[in-house]
């Protein structure tokens, strides 16, 4: 099978001693339940869940504290599905701005809702660089301060001006989708920017990927395609055999999937501290 990439780099700024959880969904959907819910609450499944209680200890009274929704589970079962999160209309972060440019789009943010999490940066800037035909590179910042970046692997700084396999589009109400020309409907990268969490310490990005064909995300010693049924994988290096489901010697933040085309398409996370992704169906 001839598979096509279409890579994309994502790069992500923090400052040190930052946690990074990154949740990947596949496209399929279980049954879910909900009783007595608001209506901004009323998602289609379970599945459709997007965890706003991250830290340990959640309770009903601090998620709602938050703005968030808490539910049972119906028939679902994992150790990764939240009781808390995000509502349907839920805004952390509003868009301010957005430029188009011809080889790149800039976006600014600022917190409306805090995420209670740790210290919330207040401004944040989005930056969606057309790196080539075939690659773009998404870099979010804090927008008043500069922060570490991590130093390797060195990606050059370039940009593209030419035609693209691919285009990039952001709503007013921050819905970021990377998708190819030759099939649009074909979204290979989706993420809402107003459940982003950015703070001094913790930062998470939930996506949506076209398909579960699901593939990286190493070192792990696993199968070769990644489980989506609510599996998480942390990323931080031991020295240690290789034992099933346990991070090994080095840290590969790279995904790479098939979509429903059976194209290829790869996530690069720049990342150098501690990594933890969720992949859950929706």
């Known amino acids: 099978m001839l598979l096509r990439l279409i890579p994309l780099i994502l790069s992500v700024t923090c400052s040190q001693a930052q946690h990074f959880s990154w949740n990947a969904l596949g496209n399929f959907s279980q049954p879910g339940h909900f009783d007595g819910y608001d209506k901004k609450c009323e998602l289609a499944s379970v599945a459709d869940r997007f965890d706003c209680y991250p830290e340990p200890g959640s309770t009903q009274q601090g998620c709602e504290a938050k703005g968030c929704c808490w539910g049972s589970l119906g028939d679902a079962s994992g150790p990764n599905i939240p009781f808390c999160y995000y509502p349907a209309d839920y805004q952390g972060y509003v868009l301010d701005d957005l430029d188009y440019f ?168 720049h990342n150098s501290n501690a990594l933890e992704t969720v992949l859950q169906p929706t």
Not at 154 to 183: C, E, P, W
């Open 102 to 269: 011809p080889d790149h789009i800039s976006a600014k943010l600022h917190r409306k809702v805090p995420s209670g999490i740790d210290k919330d940066v207040q401004s944040v800037a989005v930056s969606i660089v057309f790196y080539g035909n075939d690659t773009a590179r998404i870099t979010i910042t804090d927008a008043t301060q500069t922060r570490f970046t991590p130093p390797v692997p060195k990606i050059s700084t370039r940009t593209h001006r030419g035609s693209r396999l691919y285009n990039v589009s952001i709503s007013k109400d921050g819905q970021l989708s990377v998708y190819r020309l030759d099939r649009q409907s074909m979204i290979i990268f989706h993420t809402n920017l107003s459940r982003l969490v950015f703070t001094d310490q913790f930062l998470q990005l939930s996506t949506l990927l076209p398909s579960d064909y699901v593939y990286g995300l190493g070192e792990q010693w696993t199968t070769l395609r990644r489980n989506v049924n609510w599996t998480s994988h942390f990323f931080f290096n031991r020295d240690r055999p290789p034992v099933r489901g346990q991070n090994l010697y080095g840290t590969h933040p790279f995904l790479l999937g098939v979509d429903n085309d059976r194209k290829g398409y790869g996530v690069f996370l």
